[in-house]
């Protein structure tokens, strides 16, 4: 048997090993893409998954080569190398044309390619795409390796005239290729929109009194505006698969014109039960937005560059909610109350043009796909295809596992189950406050609308802060993963990694609620709750730093399930919150009220740690989360 009859029959016989090693990243890949220490090499995010792939690429043709030279004297047939086949249909080329190999750099990077293009990352904990299960990703080769044979086409051909990037990330196509000015202005964009729909939230609490005096209607029922609206926000990472099919500009477009669209019935509403309707449809719409929005930071900016953007994006979403209630409070102390849906209906109307302007399609598959349809326009060759359009996945199918898989990690991972709680608890204290301090500051220092606003920058100034140590932590990861090499030898990451920012923050977390709580008396200086309150958003922001990334690098098939989960139990806690929490405060006493809360993240500040020290043990009995 030649050397060629060989290829045939290993084609033959396994005809999906090729593309089962371009769209399935190794474990090595994946730690690359997080940034991690993997293999030997010695600083996080030093070495690309695209260098790996060339570097064994290399290796594998040193390999043919010796086969070649050993092959030589055997047979006069063998000339053509493992290596040529795998570039060159053999099937389809015309014997009389001389063999031209295909680029290294095509199908290595293609492979690089779609470790990246995998998944996009949000550390603000509202949107990432999912890895899907091995066992689908087979089946889903072996479809499309049937669809291929009968059409006659071969797995080297379909490889051949699969569309990557040209050059990698210098393609001028790649939205990494754009200049870096024109990324900051899209990051700008982006951060602005997640600002908005977080800022909308808050600011309507600063609408009660005025309102409640026009719709004749009690502060509790008032309060369900801000519950709905929470709410439809729990729902937007369930529309994140979108982003796969349509790319994220449609999402951006779409989402944030429904948001700006239902702004209008609460501006013009005539009675409460318009005003709840139309809080929660402006959640639901900008939601969406908030889901898809991070990913486009991995789009635009590469593993080792993408952490201040990435900081700058994360913090927009907490920072929101912080401003609203100064912003609303100064808008409905000298205006009346439906100035703060005008005041909204401009901004999120100046955004959306921003967004139709300034920011383009930045989803690297999406891009892959117009990249091939111009390909076969200008060639007319219609072979040409993105990997994108090869998948058998449908949209029913996928937004039908985004709405199971998160319920399944809840009732399955108690490590998910626990952190989403914490998390949950800490975003519903977060609410609660919009009903507490103006209870507090009110009562306690007389303190009119737009001061009570101005109470709420402690927890934004602290939350800045947070969002400014983050470089510490990643420090503090790579001092683990280094102490780890010297006891094992393997220079790794672990998910556990992540959780030291959790651990700092539980006591931050807790004597800060405790500080405020029992510093809420006449004659103590309004300041001292204030600080309180600041140490326990430095905390806060420290908890969900840890936590989020923590979820991703633990699940990291189900990425995109466990922060969909996460959001889902944290926005039902923080829609819940605010509906008791002024009862609470009238019954228990403001030292109290706050000390209860203070106590039961007392009683959760255990769990950071116990799941550093005993998370390997707990994931290796997992049947969702990554082993070690």
Same mark, same amino acid.
């Given at each position: 048997?030649?050397?060629?009859? $060989?290829?045939?029959?290993?084609?033959?016989?396994?005809?999906?090993?090729?593309?089962?090693?371009?769209?399935?990243?190794?474990?090595?890949?994946?730690?690359?893409?997080?940034?991690?220490?993997?293999? *030997?090499?010695?600083?996080?995010?030093?070495?690309?998954?695209?260098?790996?792939?060339?570097?064994?690429?290399?290796?594998?043709?040193?390999?043919?080569?010796?086969?070649?030279?050993?092959?030589?004297?055997?047979?006069? =047939?063998?000339?053509?190398?493992?290596?040529?086949?795998?570039?060159?249909? %053999?099937?389809?080329?015309?014997?009389?044309?001389?063999?031209?190999?295909?680029?290294?750099?095509?199908?290595?990077?293609?492979?690089?390619?779609? *470790?990246?293009?995998?998944?996009?990352?949000?550390?603000?904990?509202?949107?990432?795409?999912?890895?899907?299960?091995?066992?689908?990703?087979?089946?889903?080769?072996?479809?499309?390796?049937?669809?291929?044979?009968?059409?006659?086409?071969?797995?080297?051909?379909?490889?051949?005239?699969?569309?990557?990037?040209?050059?990698?990330?210098?393609?001028?196509?790649?939205?990494?290729?754009?200049?870096?000015?024109?990324?900051?202005?899209?990051?700008?964009?982006?951060?602005?929109?997640?600002?908005?729909?977080?800022?909308?939230?808050?600011?309507?609490?600063?609408?009660?009194?005025?309102?409640?005096?026009?719709?004749?209607?009690?502060?509790?029922?008032?309060?369900?505006?801000?519950?709905?609206?929470?709410?439809?926000?729990?729902?937007?990472?369930?529309?994140?698969?979108?982003?796969?099919?349509?790319?994220?500009?449609?999402?951006?477009?779409?989402?944030?014109?429904?948001?700006?669209?239902?702004?209008?019935?609460?501006?013009?509403?005539?009675?409460?039960?318009?005003? !709840?309707?139309?809080?929660?449809?402006?959640?639901?719409?900008?939601?969406?937005?908030?889901?898809?929005?991070?990913?486009?930071?991995?789009?635009?900016?590469?593993?080792?560059?993408?952490?201040?953007?990435?900081?700058?994006?994360?913090?927009?979403?907490?920072?929101?909610?912080?401003?609203?209630?100064?912003?609303?409070?100064?808008?409905?102390?000298?205006?009346?109350?439906?100035?703060?849906?005008?005041?909204?209906?401009?901004?999120?109307?100046?955004?959306? !043009?921003?967004?139709?302007?300034?920011?383009?399609?930045?989803?690297?598959?999406?891009?892959?796909?117009?990249?091939?349809?111009?390909?076969?326009?200008?060639?007319?060759?219609?072979?040409?295809?993105?990997?994108?359009?090869?998948?058998?996945?449908?949209?029913?199918?996928?937004?039908?596992?985004?709405?199971?898989?998160?319920?399944?990690?809840?009732?399955?991972?108690?490590?998910?189950? %626990?952190?989403?709680?914490?998390?949950?608890?800490?975003?519903?204290?977060?609410?609660?406050?919009?009903?507490?301090?103006?209870?507090?500051?009110?009562?306690?220092?007389?303190?009119?609308?737009?001061?009570?606003?101005?109470?709420?920058?402690?927890?934004?100034?602290?939350?800045?802060?947070?969002?400014?140590?983050?470089?510490?932590?990643?420090?503090?990861?790579?001092?683990?993963?280094?102490?780890?090499? $010297?006891?094992?030898?393997?220079?790794?990451?672990?998910?556990?990694?992540?959780?030291?920012?959790?651990? !700092?923050?539980?006591?931050? %977390?807790?004597?800060?609620?405790?500080?405020?709580?029992?510093?809420?008396?006449?004659?103590?200086?309004?300041?001292?709750?204030?600080?309180?309150?600041?140490?326990?958003?430095?905390?806060?922001?420290? =908890?969900?730093?840890?936590?989020?990334?923590?979820?991703?690098?633990?699940?990291?098939?189900? =990425?995109?399930?466990?922060?969909?989960?996460?959001?889902? !139990?944290?926005?039902?806690? =923080?829609?819940?919150?605010?509906?008791?929490?002024?009862?609470?405060?009238?019954?228990?006493?403001?030292?109290?009220?706050?000390?209860?809360?203070?106590?039961?993240?007392?009683?959760?500040?255990?769990?950071?740690? %116990?799941?550093?020290?005993?998370?390997?043990?707990?994931?290796?009995?997992?049947?969702?989360?990554?082993?070690?």
């Amino acid at each position: 048997m030649n050397e060629r009859e $060989k290829v045939e029959n290993h084609h033959a016989t396994h005809p999906h090993s090729d593309a089962t090693q371009i769209n399935h990243p190794t474990t090595h890949d994946v730690d690359l893409e997080k940034g991690q220490f993997s293999g *030997s090499h010695g600083t996080s995010g030093s070495t690309t998954p695209q260098a790996s792939h060339t570097a064994s690429a290399a290796t594998a043709a040193g390999h043919n080569e010796k086969d070649k030279e050993k092959d030589l004297d055997s047979s006069s =047939a063998s000339s053509q190398t493992d290596d040529d086949v795998g570039f060159a249909p %053999i099937s389809t080329r015309p014997q009389s044309q001389p063999h031209q190999p295909r680029p290294m750099s095509r199908q290595s990077h293609n492979s690089a390619t779609l *470790s990246h293009i995998s998944r996009s990352r949000s550390n603000n904990g509202f949107g990432v795409d999912d890895l899907e299960d091995e066992a689908e990703k087979e089946d889903d080769a072996d479809e499309e390796a049937a669809a291929r044979e009968g059409a006659g086409e071969t797995v080297d051909e379909e490889k051949r005239f699969e569309v990557s990037w040209e050059g990698g990330d210098s393609d001028p196509l790649n939205p990494r290729s754009l200049a870096t000015w024109r990324k900051w202005i899209i990051i700008a964009v982006l951060s602005a929109g997640s600002f908005a729909v977080t800022h909308a939230s808050a600011i309507y609490t600063a609408t009660y009194t005025q309102m409640n005096a026009e719709f004749h209607c009690s502060r509790i029922v008032a309060t369900l505006g801000l519950s709905f609206f929470v709410l439809g926000i729990a729902l937007g990472p369930f529309w994140s698969p979108l982003a796969e099919f349509y790319g994220r500009r449609p999402i951006y477009i779409c989402s944030f014109a429904g948001f700006l669209i239902w702004l209008i019935p609460s501006a013009v509403a005539k009675n409460i039960q318009t005003m !709840v309707i139309a809080r929660f449809f402006q959640g639901l719409a900008g939601s969406a937005f908030l889901s898809v929005s991070g990913g486009t930071v991995g789009d635009l900016f590469t593993r080792d560059k993408f952490q201040l953007p990435m900081a700058i994006f994360a913090l927009s979403p907490f920072i929101g909610p912080s401003t609203g209630p100064l912003v609303g409070g100064l808008i409905n102390t000298f205006t009346s109350w439906r100035w703060t849906h005008y005041f909204l209906i401009i901004f999120a109307g100046v955004l959306l !043009v921003c967004v139709v302007v300034l920011v383009p399609e930045t989803y690297h598959p999406v891009l892959l796909k117009r990249k091939a349809a111009n390909l076969r326009k200008t060639t007319g060759d219609n072979r040409w295809h993105a990997p994108i359009e090869r998948t058998t996945k449908s949209v029913a199918s996928t937004v039908g596992n985004s709405l199971l898989r998160p319920f399944q990690l809840l009732l399955l991972e108690p490590m998910c189950l %626990i952190l989403d709680i914490y998390t949950a608890v800490l975003l519903g204290v977060l609410y609660l406050f919009f009903g507490a301090f103006p209870l507090v500051f009110r009562t306690n220092y007389g303190f009119n609308l737009w001061q009570v606003g101005l109470t709420f920058m402690g927890l934004g100034v602290s939350m800045v802060l947070g969002c400014s140590i983050t470089p510490l932590w990643t420090r503090v990861r790579n001092g683990l993963a280094e102490k780890r090499f $010297k006891k094992t030898g393997i220079m790794k990451g672990e998910p556990e990694d992540q959780l030291p920012p959790v651990i !700092v923050g539980a006591p931050l %977390i807790t004597g800060g609620l405790f500080m405020f709580g029992f510093s809420t008396y006449p004659w103590v200086h309004w300041i001292v709750p204030i600080i309180g309150s600041s140490i326990f958003g430095l905390g806060m922001s420290f =908890a969900f730093t840890g936590i989020f990334t923590f979820l991703v690098d633990a699940y990291p098939r189900y =990425a995109a399930s466990a922060l969909a989960a996460n959001a889902l !139990v944290r926005c039902s806690f =923080a829609a819940a919150f605010p509906l008791f929490g002024i009862q609470m405060y009238e019954k228990l006493g403001f030292q109290w009220a706050t000390a209860l809360i203070a106590f039961i993240t007392l009683g959760m500040m255990p769990f950071p740690y %116990i799941f550093f020290v005993f998370g390997k043990r707990i994931r290796a009995r997992s049947r969702f989360a990554a082993r070690s």
